[in-house]
């Protein structure tokens, strides 16, 4: 079945340190991934997503991702973490064959920033 | 140019009771998802909806049934409600093909007393 594992459930940062949140993923054809981000009381925002091409793919915010087909992977990066950059993150795969497939999420990591 | 809105923000209802959530879509979208997210939970999928029909359903209890309207607005319904139904409802649109990113809305702040 297809699912998506954020190994990582809450991890903490300094301000200014570098990011990185896991994702792993378990999908039979080739993936579209995407990763939300949804602050307190708020919707999910998109920060970036993958189709094909280019593994390495930029979004908005100032976050990048690294797809890993060999590894499963989806890995969530940011050089510099902001303060405001404190929230849940959710990574997700797209499960159907036409449009308006569903996503599937992971349990999500919640990032706390320390000043 | 409007965002998936939803409506109300916010909504108590007790056990037994039945409940109707609202969501209009992104503006060109015209397929309408709903997802339901328990505290501490990533979301799940509930059911979608495409020219006035449902696509696909998760799985979830007959309880759970939707509406799209010929404007691509959506509801959300929910029938006898118990508390384990307490959640955010999140209604996603999208369109187009495969792949086409779901847009949110802020949700539905479901509680059941």
């Known amino acids: 079945a297809q699912s998506v594992t954020q190994p990582d459930i809450h991890i903490t940062v300094s301000e200014g340190a570098s990011l990185e949140l896991r994702c792993n993923y378990s999908y039979g054809a080739t993936p579209y991934l995407f990763w939300y981000v949804q602050s307190p009381g708020q919707g999910l925002q998109l920060l970036l997503k993958?189709?094909?091409?280019?593994?390495l793919v930029q979004g908005i915010k100032g976050f990048e991702a690294e797809f890993k087909r060999s590894q499963s992977s989806f890995n969530l990066r940011k050089p510099s973490v902001h303060w405001s950059d404190a929230a849940e993150y959710f990574c997700a795969v797209l499960h159907g064959s036409s449009n308006t497939g569903k996503l599937i999420f992971g349990q999500g990591t919640t990032l706390q920033v320390k000043p | 140019d409007a965002g998936v809105t939803q409506s109300p923000t916010h909504l108590i209802k007790t056990r037994g009771q039945q409940v109707t959530l609202r969501c209009s879509p992104k503006s060109g979208h015209d397929t309408v998802s709903w997802y339901q997210q328990a505290l501490g939970q990533g979301p799940q999928f509930i059911f979608q909806y495409y020219e006035e029909e449902e696509r696909q359903r998760g799985n979830f209890p007959d309880r759970f049934s939707g509406h799209q309207f010929p404007n691509y607005s959506s509801e959300l319904n929910v029938n006898a409600l118990l508390l384990g139904d307490s959640a955010l409802y999140l209604c996603a649109s999208s369109w187009g093909d495969r792949g086409q990113p779901q847009h949110f809305g802020d949700g539905t702040r479901l509680s059941i007393l």
């Open positions: 993958y189709f094909s091409g280019d593994t």
